[in-house]
């Protein structure tokens, strides 16, 4: 049964006064449980805990925190029934896609612990010393990634199990050996008890101590105010709006003590597609845009948003094939009511700006789709970069592709940037990729960014306004760098050293030695 | 002859029609030559210049860049005998100090040339695609480091050479392929026109774009905030005080799009003496601690400038040898008259918090030193964490070691912290590592963080108010990640990879080819 309380370390809390409930999309009704908003005493115990827990935390071992996320893994994928059940109700995302993110969510946790045990990702560094060195000694100096102490996370509203309670970043914070203290989302609240209680199982099975992790619930933003102003905090994780991840970026640097804060606040992606390609396929790019814009309708960070095509009877044909697309889907319901008012708002934006015509658009929450020509893009760029979080993209006409180089211009950081085009196309690309190295986080040729690979190479991210830092990424295994940082050890006895630094590599591990990657012991 | 303008791109300027003038500590007299400082429209054409100059950038090799940092420690070389010369007058440094100073940036420029062409720092990373993967394909994914765009460095007063126009910020952000705007430090000026001159030499030389790199001058706080507030700049690096830092941190937080700021604010260097090793060798570790205080004068930000002892008679022999070095060792000048000030006051601060005894004190600026106990240290920590920037330490006089752990305790972020034992001695301290874990950048056992190897294993940072962002190093080889952010590429072409990620290796640089380290092509 669902508590509606807050899981602080071991125990759960129900201290909050206000309580608040969650919506069911598809079925258009509130939910009969009601959860409690954390008081401030719960987030002060959460963060006292996770203080407490974390020098325990950083002296574990690879191979116990690689144990631990394994055990969370098995403990969520026994609890999948559950916990998709109550995500579709509290999503209103079909059965199929719910089991999808569940699959992959679980998938998460024992990939990030295969990469914890391979300790790659610790940069382990060892630059042995010369006593004799002329005019002064050189140092022995080694030097390995740590992890930082309690982290916040905040619950992403779009993918409730892959990046949320159980997602990317508190599995990446737990491998790093960090405590964490999660914000659940209040469009899910239930999803997030479930997932919070198989959490704690896990840890507690494998002996970690209370405080490893603790699952918070609020509505309002008093909650995320006072974790992230919390002296106890040492970093904080959010997927969200644009909105929400600067007010907390805010937040943190007002702080006497400015922790870092790690935002992925979404953007618009835009699409860049070539003549050749439009020629040959006009109405096969369509349909693959269509189902890439509609998928989780539209609710995903890197949603194709943007469209800029040459003026051509192709681009015709293909805005033609777009329409009729969107014109034969019926509605989903959007994940909450907030999100479907903004996206209400969002179109009626669109139909007050000069040169843009809404093509279509449905009396609710259907895909709709407008277009303008590159000038007016131009000319009212500011108001059209702001995304329309939902199933709405935005066409526009160019006089041809030599305009795509000064049209990406315009961009801000984005999450994700494509570029479509035939072999011929792609001769012509090099000043519009330069660009796209200034801004995107993530290239893509004939593609879309969609669907996010978990590997060494994804970095979901990009600069500002894409994220709050454009040297790190929430998804991708490189997710893991945020929560550690580099210690130097000098001239520091055996010992004394952790094991991945020791001579002779105990663990090992891949480490970089005197310059050379190497798996072996220490000369 | 010393010209007193900004150097921008190609040009001097002398817009600004304030001026300053330099000041000889040794011969206590303002020197004649008049600097301008920078206005408002240098500002501007410095940035405008850089955001210009920085798609060319991004794009030279590796080794165009490598060659470039060659030319340029060429240059500084050969221009030494002028730069120093001058340098010694505007800091009043010892010539041996200011010569050794000298070799070590020309070092370190042709440390990094050798670095960035090396590769390893680009983290190019290749994960390779299974298009018949089920349920979804496998794309082929690959991602490097790309830099980030102009870049705008403030001068160090303390290390006028290695660490200001020509020090490793500079020469990091370059070898990343950033364009660089430094503002000199106004305590040596004429230091930095000579080092602005032989750097802009260099790139001319190159044939690098006009805005590869500025140097401006000013004294006020104006330029400061023009620079970091101008929407090209893209990050901004600082060494200097914790006010100055964190103005600087405080105007990126508030900008329209927040930029990351890394500066490097000093910090306290907190050192552990355990009873052994002072029974051992009481007047050799306080010679040893003496002569590290004093390099420099004491305004190294690794001054180790807080000491823990046991009391007892040991300590004793300790504090009178330490006594002894200070009464025989005439003043030194500090590096200007604000430094002088505030050092003074730092002293007069010292007089007035209770249970502080400030053994020694000079008229002026000569070395001084305090003690107090533990529980009055515990008591006053938090105006005791200030620095007092020079010669000054002060000793803390505990019960025993074990009270060593909760002392640590007290401190936020510290760029290095040291345990002083014989082998008897580090057999118990491991309560004590436990917290240097949480909060130093660099553990040193048996030496003092005083003296800076630039080699991949040196960290050179910590949490806040060490430094403003605790996972990047400001010295050592891996300040080039700090220019450049991660970029992946999906599904691309060869022939629109940069050269780093193609499958051929073409310039053999180290990669991870599907989770292992490799320096071969992609299969």
């Given at each position: 049964m669902i508590q509606g309380g807050q899981l602080i370390g071991n125990k759960t809390s129900q201290h909050g006064e206000d309580t608040f409930v969650a919506y069911a999309p598809r079925e258009e009704r509130d939910l009969p449980e009601r959860f409690h908003e954390a008081s401030g005493k719960d987030v002060d115990q959460a963060l006292q805990l996770a203080h407490q827990a974390a020098p325990t935390l950083r002296q574990t071992s690879l191979e116990e925190r690689a144990h631990l996320l394994e055990l969370i893994a098995d403990n969520l994928e026994s609890s999948l029934p559950i916990i998709e059940e109550r995500c579709a109700l509290e999503t209103g995302y079909p059965d199929t896609r719910v089991a999808m993110e569940g699959r992959r969510m679980v998938h998460l946790w024992r990939l990030f612990a295969e990469e914890v045990r391979g300790g790659a990702w610790l940069e382990a560094r060892i630059d042995t010393g010369e006593p004799d060195r002329f005019p002064l000694p050189k140092p022995d100096l080694r030097s390995m990634r740590m992890a930082i102490g309690p982290v916040v996370i905040f619950g992403a509203s779009?993918?409730?199990?892959?990046?949320?309670?159980?997602?990317s970043d508190p599995i990446s914070a737990l491998g790093a050996g960090c405590p964490v203290v999660v914000k659940g989302h209040p469009s899910h609240p239930g999803t997030s008890e479930w997932l919070g209680r198989a959490i704690l199982d896990g840890i507690q099975a494998a002996g970690?101590?209370?405080?490893?992790f603790s699952m918070l619930q609020g509505k309002g933003h008093d909650v995320g105010t006072a974790l992230v102003t919390h002296p106890n905090t040492r970093a904080v994780g959010f997927t969200g709006s644009l909105r929400g991840g600067r007010a907390l970026m805010d937040l943190a640097a007002g702080r006497l003590d400015p922790i870092p804060v790690y935002a992925e606040m979404g953007s618009v992606n835009p699409q860049f597609v070539y003549p050749d390609i439009l020629a040959n396929d006009a109405e096969g790019l369509a349909e693959r845009l269509f189902a890439s814009v509609t998928m989780g309708n539209g609710q995903f960070c890197t949603c194709p948003s943007i469209v800029f095509l040459p003026r051509s009877k192709d681009a015709d044909r293909f805005l033609d094939t777009y329409h009729e697309r969107v014109i034969e889907t019926p509605a989903a319901p959007l994940l909450n009511t907030c999100i479907a008012i903004a996206y209400r708002q969002g179109l009626d934006r669109w139909e007050t700006i000069p040169g843009l015509t809404v093509r279509h658009r449905g009396p609710t929450e259907e895909a709709a789709f407008g277009v303008l020509d590159a000038h007016h893009f131009l000319d009212q760029r500011e108001v059209l970069l702001e995304e329309v979080f939902g199933p709405a993209s935005l066409f526009v006409l160019c006089e041809d592709q030599d305009e795509f180089p000064t049209l990406a211009e315009a961009f801000p950081g984005q999450l994700g940037a494509s570029i479509h085009g035939t072999d011929k196309d792609l001769q012509e690309v090099s000043a519009l990729l330069n660009e796209l190295h200034r801004f995107a986080g993530r290239i893509v040729i004939n593609g879309f960014p969609t669907g996010i690979e978990t590997c060494h190479a994804m970095h979901h991210g990009g600069p500002y306004p894409a994220t709050s830092d454009p040297l790190h990424t929430s998804l991708g295994l490189a997710a893991l760098a945020r929560w550690a940082r580099p210690v130097s050890f000098q001239n520091t006895p055996t010992t004394l050293l952790p094991e991945a630094l020791q001579d002779e590599n105990p663990l090992g591990i891949p480490r970089l030695l005197n310059g050379r990657h190497s798996a072996s012991t220490a000369p």
């Open positions: 779009n993918f409730p199990l892959a990046l949320s309670v159980a997602g970690f101590p209370e405080g490893t």
